[in-house]
């Protein structure tokens, strides 16, 4: 006898939370005032990061208490990424949108982000235009924000903005692991997703405290190196390591042309130029490392290599 298929739905709100006791209850009660005003088929995914506090408890409360509440619980602390991961898995509508579980997101919000994402996008990302942080969370935000619209070319103002709608297809067609939450605009759009921007409301913490601060700022540079590698260079790397390999290796030749041709003219290269000389040896023995690890990349994607991996299909017409 088949299980119960559980029947689909328009939305699925998706929130990660961790120690947010004093927020979740209000957030459940703003929320469910938007979703009752709207005529959509909705569930409330609320995903328990390994929270010390009495979140999970408040959780359970409101679960009891609204139909609409499911509640994944994780063994611990595991990331953003990993709780958002979750609640996708669980997530059952046609549009999934996330947003944080801190009440600097307003639900009021949540009717414009689904008008934007109608308008002929796959993604939505909010924009704290007016933000409520203190300075060492604001800075470097900006800081990580314009480098990576720097170096994508995608004019988002906020990628790491937890309040953004997808459609389901978005995030069944992304890996996400590690910390790559901050990048899903990114990794959607060179899938070739359309994705766009709202401004939103920000409002200041009024309970709890912030896990994210300054310090975040490398490791989100790191990974964005990461991402950069997985979107431009991951399906041809002698490219990225083959070019580098060539560079190092040609000025590697070229100051060994020239310490030979002082030595052509008699000079004593070992005593009067023993820095370059070492310095030019470095340099072509890491330029054909860097090359020979291209070449070994290249022979690992041609064993390892998925069709489905090559694109990414936006609608079938088909009579098959």
Known sequence: MLGHVPAPLDLSLVIPVMDEEGNVEELHRRLSSVLDSMPVTAEIVFV????????????????????RVRVVALRRNFGKTAALVAGFAEARGDVVVTMDGDLQDDPAELPRMLAALDADLDLVSGWKRLRHDPWTKRFPSKFFNATVRRFTGIPLHDFNC???????????????????????????????????????????????????????????????????????YMQRPLQLFGLLGLVLSGLGVVGLLYLGLLKALGQSVFQAHGPLLFLSGILLISGLQLFVLGLLGEMLRHYGYEPSAEYSVRRRLSRD
């Open 48 to 67: 328990d990061d390994g929270s010390r506090d009495a979140t999970v408890a408040r959780l359970e409360e409101v679960f009891r208490a609204d139909p």
């Open 162 to 232: 937890g309040f953004k709608a997808y459609r389901r297809e978005v995030l069944l067609d992304l890996k996400l692991y590690g910390e790559l939450h901050r990048f899903i605009p990114v990794l959607a759009y060179w899938k070739g997703y359309r994705v766009g921007e709202l401004a939103v409301q920000h409002h200041p913490r009024r309970s709890g405290q912030s896990k994210f601060g300054a310090g975040r700022l490398f490791k989100g540079l790191l990974d964005f190196m990461k991402v950069l590698f997985l979107t431009r």
